[in-house]
């Protein structure tokens, strides 16, 4: 399993917790503000799971990866770099664009890279460039998300390719985590799972919000960014719109609903899988919990399959 980047909500607390129970921690390089504070965090990050490491050297504690926006509009994107290269970020994450000098770069201290893809396409640009891997965001993935389903886009994708997969979209159980590798996927890519999560860094009433949604309660949209993606419709509400009557385009530098309301800040992404979430434990049990739904999962199909051999 692979947390993704969310975000605001993403930060050293919630990637040393998800790194501590075995799976890949992530988060964006964006959310360090100002850019100088990145430094704090990788720091932060790093000496934290060195002292787990020596202080458990038999436990199994993942690797962390940072999220990098490979776009003309992010002109951090150099001095982020420099910072991953100084502390050795083992995982770089990397969205928007295929990301060409950045697989360099990475590659250069042994970092691996995974690309961000919505489509066969950008798949394939990804791997021009080098990557390590694909993730591929399916439809009803929380925030940004393309309209394929999973089923289409991954297996089309393992047509060309054999390489890792990380597949994003609805996955908040273990049987759905199941479901990913059953139809191709070598990693499951979970975001909106972890937002109720002690240690993420989300205001209560998103967390209330994500507790008490369903699918229903999904809205997708390209107002807020100029990309599609998928929202929360309370906090749409809350903002003073209609969920109904969204126009398209790009209003996320406006504001809308009173003079404080930021659609960046205060329009909440979620994916379709919200229905399946209905508490806000810690990271361990949220992970420990999707390893034993997994085993169940996997244990019943066994048990199915054989009354027909």
């Known amino acids: 399993m692979i947390g993704a980047p969310l975000f605001i909500i993403s930060h050293p607390p919630l990637v040393i917790a998800q790194c501590l129970a075995g799976i890949v921690g992530s ?9 100088e504070q990145l430094d704090e965090l990788l720091a932060e990050i790093v000496e934290t799971l060195d002292r787990a490491r020596e202080v458990e050297p038999e436990r199994r504690i993942a690797p962390f990866a940072v999220n990098q926006i490979v776009h003309a509009s992010n002109d951090r994107l150099e001095h982020d770099m420099f910072a991953c290269e100084k502390y050795r970020v083992p995982m770089l994450i990397t969205s928007l664009r295929a990301p060409g000098d950045v697989v360099k770069q990475a590659h250069a201290w042994g970092a691996l890279v995974f690309h961000d893809v919505i489509s066969v396409r950008h798949a394939e640009k990804a791997l021009e460039a080098g990557v390590d891997g694909l993730i591929l965001v399916c439809s009803g993935a929380g925030g940004h998300a393309e309209a394929l389903f999973p089923f289409a886009l991954s297996r089309k994708v ?3 390719y054999d390489g890792p997969i990380a597949l994003s979209g609805l996955i908040a159980h273990g049987a759905t985590a199941l479901a990913a590798q059953a139809i191709g996927a070598d990693f499951a890519y979970v975001g909106t799972r972890f937002i109720t999560t002690a240690e993420a860094r989300a205001v209560s009433e998103y967390k209330d919000m994500v507790v008490a949604s369903t699918a229903k309660d999904i809205v997708y949209s390209s107002l807020f960014t100029g990309i599609l993606g998928n929202y ?3 906090s749409i509400e809350r903002a003073g719109l209609d969920p109904e009557q969204l126009a398209s385009g790009n209003k996320s530098q406006m504001s809308f609903g009173g003079a404080h309301t930021k ?6 992404g979620a994916s379709q899988g919200v229905g399946q979430i209905s ?4 990271v361990g049990a949220v992970v420990e919990r999707m390893r034993d739904e ?3 999962a996997r244990a019943a199909t066994w048990r199915e399959s054989a009354k027909y051999v």
């Open 158 to 160: 393992r047509q060309s």
């Open 294 to 296: 997994y085993l169940a």
């Open 232 to 234: 929360l419709r309370g």
């Open 279 to 282: 508490d806000a434990p810690s």
């Open 263 to 268: 659609a960046w800040r205060d329009i909440w």
């Open 27 to 35: 988060f964006p390089a964006l959310n360090a503000r100002p850019k």
